[in-house]
């Protein structure tokens, strides 16, 4: 399981070189949940959509009404994606 929140921790990452992090298939039979995914400029969506193109299942959770249409539409093409609702 990958856990995905924000703000980030980034403390860790001046550690690993860039071709590290290189392999499309590096996250493939992971599954990542997101928390703080608000619009299509969020850093939340953006580490998912990345998290995505290296292989991994997603799940996103959403406060509100109307944060939720936000995500369901962010997620549409994202296939296998879990949307939650989190209090």
């Avoid at 493939?28 to 998912?48: E, L």
Wanted: a positive charge; glycine letters at 6%.
């Amino acid at each position: 399981l990958l856990l995905i929140t924000f703000p980030p921790r980034l403390s860790l990452f001046p550690f690993f070189p860039l071709y590290f992090f290189s392999s499309k298939n590096m996250l493939k039979d992971k599954i990542g949940i997101v928390f703080g995914v608000a619009n299509k400029r969020s850093i939340a969506w953006a580490c998912a959509q990345a998290c995505y193109e290296h292989g991994a299942r997603m799940a996103f959770t959403y406060q509100g009404e109307r944060l939720k249409e936000n995500v369901e539409k962010l997620t549409a093409e994202m296939e296998g994606a879990t949307v939650v609702a989190c209090d």
